[in-house]
Every structure is written in C-alpha cells, then in structure tokens.
C-alpha cells in the first residue's frame, strides 16, 4: 500500500524579484529568447527593459512595439551606447555570445548571457578575465539555478535528506529538427549547447564538476551532434556517484530528473528545468511534493533579479552562479564535442587561453 503523501517540511526560497534594485536593462538579439525575457522580467519584478538592438532595424522597431521598449537601435553599438543601458542581456546565437559580451563589456556595460554562455571554455574564461578587469559584472544566464524547486532542491541534497546521493538523472530532449541555426555549424548548433547544457548544468549545480566524462552520440550530415549520452564520474566524497545526462534535438523527451540517494530520491516533475515541483520518495516513509500547493512561482525574473542584487552590491560575480560552475560546464561540453567530434568553424584547434582559471566565488551559493 502506498504511503500518503505528507506537507513537505520548510524549505528556503529565492528572494522576491520585486525587492531587487531596479536596472536599465538593454537586450541585444530580438529572437525568441529575448522576447521571454522582455514579457517576463518587467511583469515580474523591478526590472525595465529600456532598448533593444539588432542588426536589422526594422525586427527591433517591431520587437520595441510588441514589448513595450522605449528605444530600438538598427544596430548592437547602437545599443551599448546609449548611457541608460545599465546591463546587457545578450540574447544572439551561442556562436556570438563571446564576440558580444565583449563588446558590451568594453562599452562599460554589465552583462547577462545566454547559455551556453560561450562555445567552449576558452571563450568563456576570456569573457569572465575581460569582467574581472574592468570591473564589471558578469553571469551566464543558466535561469534554472536560480527558481524556487532548484533553491529547494539544493538543500534537500545538502542537507543530507536523501543520504549519501549515488544517482543523477536528467534528460532534454526537444524536436527542433525545423529551427535552422540547430544544424548550423557555424551558429554552434547541435542537440548539446542548446540543450544540454540543461543536464549537465543540473547535475553540475548538485555535484559540482565531474572527474571523468564519457560520452556517446551521433552526428548529422554536416557535422553538429543530434543526440548524446553523457555518464559523469567523482573523486572524492561523490567516488560511489554517477551522473547520466542525455539530450536530443529530434523528439521531445519527458523532461525529467531524478536525484537518487541511500535514504531517498527525489523525482523532478518535467519540465525539470522550468518552473516545477518535485517529490520526495523516502524508502522507509511518506513521500512529499513540493511545492505543496503548486503555485506558478515563475521564470526569468529570478536571474535578472540576481543581477540587480550583485550589481547593487558592488559585486562581479554570482554565488548562485559563478564563473567557475560555467567553466567548469564548458569544459564538461567542450570533452564531450572532443569525444564526438564536433569542432565549430572559427574556432582554433587546441585552444589555449592565455587565462587559464577563474577566481574562487566570494560567497557560499544561495
């Protein structure tokens, strides 16, 4: 007979978005992603989305028309010169992430960029370096670290409510067959960087960075990988742990994850990396869902609310989300193209930055 569910006990939550410091906020693109974030953070927080650019004037009048956004700039200078843009969310294809958060940091400009933040962990490191030196801020836009089930769920992990954790499991797989810049090898395409960067990503902000990293997949015809299989191994406290992350751009998938630990397990309701609730199945007790009640507890107004928060406190980096964790994905994603064999036009053979780390994160992650 299964055990009735019970209330789940008190867990931590992210701080409200509408107390963040208000930011001018700038997006550079007017795709897809960028239109979210201009609905969703000025309805849910203190945000304002103040301009948009993009190459071609005419989709960023528009875009400015159906969001509401005072200014709309026919080009990206345009844009990172206006003295009212306070921070940068760049929202343009992985391929230009590098070239662009450069461009807005060199304008003086702090930045919030899309995952995958960069191509590989070079780019990245150069980015976070270029931060660092000017003194601004810097932080992928990996929006999943930062909702209330993620927040929650750290906890349950470290506080030790599932035991010694020996699984993780988490799947993204969505059909993406007809989105172009997905098979485009010189716009980074490909199942992984687009998607997942999710899995790994998850199981990154719970374990931290693997020790090992093997990989199976498959590629198209010109070249980018359609689907992989990515099993991680730890060092160390997490020696008897293993971490499976698939993704595939061909057939949506359950979207779920599971975090499975001597005394428990925790079932991650789809989309695992979206707004959700997840279960908690102990082997000897009633399982609990959180949360109890289901409540939308919303979307990308919890990054830009960080932002704001670090922005406002003389801060470079996030706890949440440091640059080291999206190194250390990078890395992770730039062994498994290694393993597949997945190389993007422009970049150089055996990448070699001349910054080679990233500083220790200031604080303990929220």
Not at 36 to 41: G, K, L, N, P, Q
Not at 264 to 290: C, E, I, K, Q
Request: with cysteine; hydrophobic share 45%.
């Amino acid at each position: 007979m299964t055990s009735p569910a019970t209330t789940p006990p008190p867990l931590p939550a992210p701080p409200d978005p509408r107390d963040a410091p208000p930011l001018r906020w700038g997006i550079l693109g007017a795709g897809g992603i960028a239109a979210r974030f201009a609905r969703e953070v000025p309805a849910r927080s203190a945000q304002r989305v103040v301009a948009v650019g993009s190459r071609d004037a005419l989709k960023a009048a528009t875009f400015a028309a159906e969001h509401g956004v005072e200014r709309a700039y026919g080009s990206y200078a345009g844009l990172l010169a206006d003295p009212e843009v306070d921070v940068v969310y760049v929202a343009t294809p992985h391929s230009h992430h590098h070239a662009h958060a450069l461009l807005a940091l060199n304008a003086g400009k702090h930045v919030l960029v899309e995952k995958a933040f960069t191509r590989n962990a070079a780019e990245a490191r150069e980015v976070f370096a270029t931060a660092r030196e000017l003194g601004l801020f810097a932080m992928e836009a990996m929006w999943t670290r930062f909702l209330p089930h993620m927040v929650a769920l750290r906890h349950v992990v470290a506080a030790g409510m599932l035991g010694e954790v020996v699984a993780v499991h988490a799947d993204h797989g969505q059909r993406l067959d007809l989105v172009e810049r997905l098979h485009a090898p010189e716009l980074a395409g490909g199942a992984l960087l687009d998607l997942g960067v999710y899995p790994l990503s998850f199981a990154h902000s719970l374990l931290g960075a693997p020790s090992a990293v093997h990989a199976a997949g498959s590629l198209t015809a010109l070249g980018v990988d359609a689907h992989e299989a990515v099993t991680l191994t730890y060092d160390g406290e997490r020696a008897r742990t293993v971490a499976v992350c698939t993704a595939n751009m061909w057939a949506r998938t359950a979207t779920t994850a599971s975090v499975v630990g001597t005394e428990a397990r925790v079932d991650v309701a789809s989309p695992f990396y979206g707004t959700t609730r997840f279960t908690l199945v102990p082997f000897d007790g009633p399982a609990w869902t959180w949360p109890a009640d289901g409540e939308d507890l919303g979307g990308f107004q919890h990054q830009a609310a960080e932002v704001a928060r670090c922005v406002a406190a003389g801060e470079q980096e996030s706890a949440t989300m440091p640059w080291r964790a999206t190194v250390e994905v990078m890395e992770t994603m730039d062994e498994v193209r290694r393993q597949l064999g997945v190389v993007y036009p422009g970049e150089r053979a055996g990448l070699d930055p001349a910054v080679t780390a990233v500083p220790e994160p200031d604080a303990t992650p929220r």
